[in-house]
């Protein structure tokens, strides 16, 4: 997994990659932890090149939108694969993130920005 991050707007870019395992969902939670410190409450994850994601990418996913959100503060999704769109429906996360998912940075930046 490879972690981008870049500024759009007022929001942080978060754009992931590849395989998030065990070991890199670790990574993933410290580096939302440490946006978050930071004072970045306004943030954007790029999932669109995700290849695997496991339990522990999930969890930080949902340990990122529970932080922000308890701070005023917004995380929303990028997708478009068929992949993340079933794990999110298999768990219900589509309806945790509701209003929270885009299928584009472009369709994000039309509705939100």
């Known amino acids: 997994m490879d972690i981008r991050i870049t500024d759009i707007d007022k929001f942080k870019l ?5 395989t998030i395992d065990w070991e890199k969902a670790k990574e993933l939670d410290n580096t939302l932890k440490e946006l978050f410190d ?11 090149e995700v290849l695997f994601l496991c339990s522990g990418g ?8 529970s ?5 005023n503060g917004k995380l929303y ?3 478009s694969t068929k992949y ?4 999110f429906e298999t768990i219900s996360f589509d309806y945790i993130f509701k209003d929270c998912i885009f ?6 930046k039309e509705k939100v920005i």
């Open 14 to 18: 978060i754009k992931l990659n590849g």
């Open 38 to 48: 930071k004072g970045n409450l306004n943030l954007v994850i790029d999932l669109d």
């Open 58 to 65: 999930l969890g930080a996913l949902a340990y990122g939108y």
């Open 67 to 71: 932080i922000i959100n308890r701070s």
């Open 77 to 79: 999704l990028i997708f």
């Open 84 to 87: 993340i769109e079933y794990l």
């Open 103 to 108: 299928s584009s940075i472009e369709e994000f």
